[in-house]
């Protein structure tokens, strides 16, 4: 900065005018009062930032492990056990199946853990039916003997336990086996006769046609 | 209560002790605000700016006496101001040739009251009077000008000359009308 203006007398004179001539001066009460809301204003601001800040840290510190819990939970590769079905409508494929294991393509699949256990828990129930005899046995060790009524005297009769209706969609998406036989293919077998007869088809598997060989 | 004793207790957070200080230095300010501002309203809502990032940097400055914190303050404000005219687009640039100066009579300006001055100043066109504003009172020069205001050291000398004549001229009115009313 230079100097040369501020050895001016008007300089220093207009520097010390409070208010000009003929004009309403400023309400400091209203002007403070305007200015102190304004600097609560935004230090509250300030602080509920920083408020809105620490509840999403925490929030994300909660979600971030369950996130990845779930994404593993369902993510695992769980193979269940390739149950493997022969073709047996055929003669050959007994042959063929015995002579030459079949490739089996087992489809491997996702299947929530949960569903899995429910399936294993009600399985065995299903294998091994409920036998009446056993269920009212074990009633008769549970009831109370009363010798002297009508009711005693008549078995009670087991009520029908409730199985569990098991959906096969709960079972989730079934295990799709495929049994490959290399070679059985569709063939077809015919006779041509030196003769120049008519030719004859004595075997066809796409049309099951099986003859004997006429002369 | 002392100003000293005001600024450490302003430092703290004592809005009674900033209520006092701005109390003390609002009229002076305001008057610097309307100096580069003509409207009276932009000027309050300015210094409410001013004040209000005073109070905010207040913390952070070493209290080094009076005259210290008036230039701190009064720099805070005509930033302020110049802010506030870049963002209206008030400055009427004339033209860039360098006009040729013409020297203001100080011994005019001396014999003048402050109002008197203050109302010659407030007359001139918004560039003429930041430049003015800046060179004859602030005393700064036209380089720091030209970087503060974003024109050239050029722009800057030709409107401060055209700000002088204008001044002259308008001196030369008043010293007539002072002539007809002493007339009369």
């Known amino acids: 900065m230079s100097n040369e203006a501020h050895n001016k007398d008007w300089v220093s004179r207009l520097d010390g005018l409070n208010h000009a001539a003929g004009e309403a001066g400023l309400d400091k009460n209203a002007a403070w009062d305007k200015l102190h809301t304004r600097m609560q204003r935004k230090q509250r601001k300030s602080k509920a930032g920083w408020y809105w800040a620490a509840a999403a840290c925490v929030l994300a510190a909660c979600l ?15 193979t269940s056990p390739a149950v493997t079905y022969h073709h047996s409508d055929t003669a050959a494929a007994s042959v063929i199946s015995k002579k030459e294991a079949p490739v089996n393509v087992v489809k491997e699949m996702h299947k929530p853990v949960a569903a899995q256990q429910e399936v294993a828990a009600i399985l065995p129930a299903l294998i091994h039916p409920v036998n009446p005899t056993n269920i009212t046995a074990a009633l008769k060790k549970d009831t109370l003997q009363i010798t002297d009524t009508m009711l005693a005297a008549v078995p009670a009769t087991a009520a029908p336990k409730k199985m569990r209706v098991v959906h096969i969609n709960e079972l989730g998406e079934a295990t799709v086996n495929e049994v490959v036989y290399p070679e059985y293919k ?5 006779v041509n ?23 | ?23 003390q230095l609002a009229d002076k300010m305001l008057m610097v605000c309307r100096r580069y501002v003509k409207n009276q309203e932009d ?13 905010k940097g207040l913390p952070a400055f070493n209290y080094q006496g009076e005259a210290a914190l008036y230039t701190w303050l009064k720099r805070i404000m005509i930033n302020e101001c110049l ?3 870049r963002k209206k687009q008030a400055f009427v640039i004339v033209s860039e040739t360098v006009a040729e100066t013409i020297p203001l009579e100080e011994e005019a300006l001396n014999n003048l009251s402050a109002t008197d001055i203050f109302n010659l100043i407030v007359q001139l066109p918004a560039g003429y009077r930041t430049v003015f504003n800046l060179h004859a009172i602030e005393g700064m020069n036209h380089g720091e000008i030209a970087s503060l205001l974003g024109i050239s050291e050029g722009t800057s000398k030709s409107q401060l ?13 008043k010293n007539i009308t002072y002539v007809k009313r002493s007339t009369q």
């Open chain 1, 193 to 215: 006769s030196p003769a120049g007869l008519g030719d004859q088809t004595i075997a066809n598997s796409t049309l099951n046609i099986h003859l004997s060989p006429k002369n």
């Open chain 2, 161 to 173: 000359s055209k700000a002088r004549s204008l001044l002259q001229k308008m001196l030369l009115q």
């Open chain 2, 83 to 85: 802010m506030f005219l």
């Open chain 2, 1 to 23: 209560m002392d100003l000293p004793v005001l600024i450490k207790e302003a430092k703290q957070g004592s809005a009674a002790a900033q209520k006092c200080i701005f109390d």
């Open chain 2, 43 to 55: 000027a309050e809502e300015l210094l409410l700016d001013g004040f209000y990032k005073f109070f």
């Open chain 1, 64 to 78: 971030i492990p369950a996130l990845l819990v779930h994404k593993q939970k369902y993510t695992g590769v769980h």
């Open chain 1, 186 to 190: 569709p063939f077809t077998i015919r």
